[in-house]
């Protein structure tokens, strides 16, 4: 599979709300409370009073991340961003990064599918891409590395 | 901090599809329904036959693009079921096709599906579409 780099997103989460257990598991709702995204191709911030993320942890051990972000380009046009998204890895691992500790990326699955939506022409590309995201959630913030399809 | 995405071959999917049901116009577009009534899917850890009764709800955008809409139930040869869904994004004028499946099972072998994303990439073939999909590691 070919892919390139479209870009890598620096994401600020605020406190998460939680719901707590519903039928398919125990759900968790986190506000994205901005960030910033940088690529070849556009670069800009996040907006924070459209970004969420909504988890809903599986009673297989699997996290389900359901994104949506706002973003905003440094030239003014807004993204529509959705990714659904899967984290999960060994029991020790997933309890450091909830206690908030810097793990090696690469010791969990973290994966995302980011789809993007935009009326402005410079950014049209985005409409028609499929694209894939390898997480690494820091103690500061996820860091998305978002690459295109090709 | 992870660099390139790597990804291994998870399967391919080949799909037989009867008369397309053109819905018509609706709020998004216009609206086709590819009914899947069979097929195969074959790689490494898996393999076996599409069952019958899915299919793929495909919308036609005024831009000539389309974004698919799929349901299917694969049978592996040791007798599992797996749902399987994707969405996807079909721009014939860029040679475009790719999706991005998603699986459920309630079979232990084959759970390991549950807990991957993947990507489709898709062709339509005389004898129907075909989709290589990988498994995004």
């Known amino acids: ?150 | 901090m992870s660099g390139a995405i790597e990804s291994r071959p998870l399967m391919v999917v080949r799909l037989t599809t009867s008369a397309i049901q053109e819905i018509g116009s609706t709020s998004q577009g216009r609206l086709l329904v590819f009914p899947v009534i069979g097929g195969t899917f074959d790689g490494e850890r898996l393999r076996g036959q599409v069952r019958a009764g899915g299919g793929d709800w495909v919308t036609v955008h005024g831009n000539g693009t389309f974004t698919l809409d799929l349901r299917v139930t694969l049978e592996t040869d040791d007798g599992s079921l797996i749902h399987m869904t994707f969405t996807g994004i079909r721009d014939d004028a860029n040679q475009y096709f790719r999706t991005v499946p998603r699986f459920e099972t309630a079979a232990p072998k084959y759970a390991f599906l549950n807990r991957l994303l993947a990507v489709g990439i898709g062709e339509i073939r005389p004898d129907g579409p075909v989709h290589v999909i990988e498994e995004i590691l």
Do not use: C, K
């Open chain 1, 1 to 150: 599979m070919n892919t390139r780099l479209l870009m890598t997103m620096y994401v600020t989460v605020g406190p998460p709300l939680n719901i707590g257990t519903v039928p398919h598991g125990t759900r968790r709702t986190a506000p994205l409370t901005g960030g910033t995204f940088e690529g070849p191709r556009l670069r800009g911030t996040i907006l924070p009073d459209s970004s969420a993320d909504w988890q809903l942890l599986r009673s297989d051990g699997v996290l389900e991340m359901d994104l949506r972000f706002t973003l905003r380009t440094d030239d003014g046009a807004l993204i529509s961003m959705s990714a659904f998204g899967l984290r999960h890895g060994p029991p020790e691992v997933i309890a450091a990064i909830g206690r908030g500790e810097a793990v090696d990326p690469s010791t969990y699955y973290f994966r995302t599918m980011p789809r993007f939506e935009t009326a402005h022409p410079s950014y049209s590309f985005l409409n028609h891409l499929i694209a894939v995201a390898s997480g690494d959630r820091r103690p500061e913030g996820p860091i998305y590395t978002i690459h295109e399809v090709l």
